[in-house]
């Protein structure tokens, strides 16, 4: 099994900046594939962002292309989401998500092909 744990939510006024971090440990997963969704209450969880771990190859939602930076240091199994420019609808719960890749630095947008999920840390951005 794997665990994610999520950190470094918070409130934060619009333009400013939030790092998350996802931190994981248990089984070690070859050729991984580590993303951030989030997610407003009632509504349908929203891809963010996504990394390979093998290969480092990024994807981003174009909500946040540009503002959103998501980077790995796999020394410590850690996975970052650097949030700058953020905007009131950035404000949601924010997870991450672990997967494994079908080919060599494969990544995915879709939630069901993440196999493992932190319980998520809140990102609230005031105007």
């Known amino acids: 099994q794997v665990q994610l744990v999520e950190s470094g939510g918070g409130l934060v006024q619009a333009g400013g900046s939030l790092r998350l971090s996802c931190a994981a440990s248990?089984?070690?997963?070859?050729?991984?594939?580590v993303g951030w969704f989030r997610q407003i209450l009632g509504k349908e969880r929203e891809f963010v962002a996504v990394?390979?771990?093998?290969?480092?190859?990024?994807y981003y939602a174009d909500s946040v292309k540009g503002r959103f930076t998501i980077s790995r240091d796999n020394s410590n199994n850690t996975v970052y989401l650097q949030m700058n420019s953020l905007k009131p609808e950035d404000t949601a719960v924010y997870y991450c998500?672990?997967?494994?890749?079908?080919?060599?630095?494969?990544?995915?947008?879709?939630?069901?092909?993440?196999?493992?999920w932190g319980r998520g840390t809140q990102v609230t951005v005031s105007s």
């Open positions: 998500a672990a997967g494994i890749a079908s080919g060599y630095g494969a990544i995915y947008s879709r939630s069901y092909r993440y196999d493992y």
């Open positions: 990394i390979s771990l093998s290969s480092s190859v990024t």
């Open positions: 248990g089984r070690t997963i070859g050729n991984a594939f």
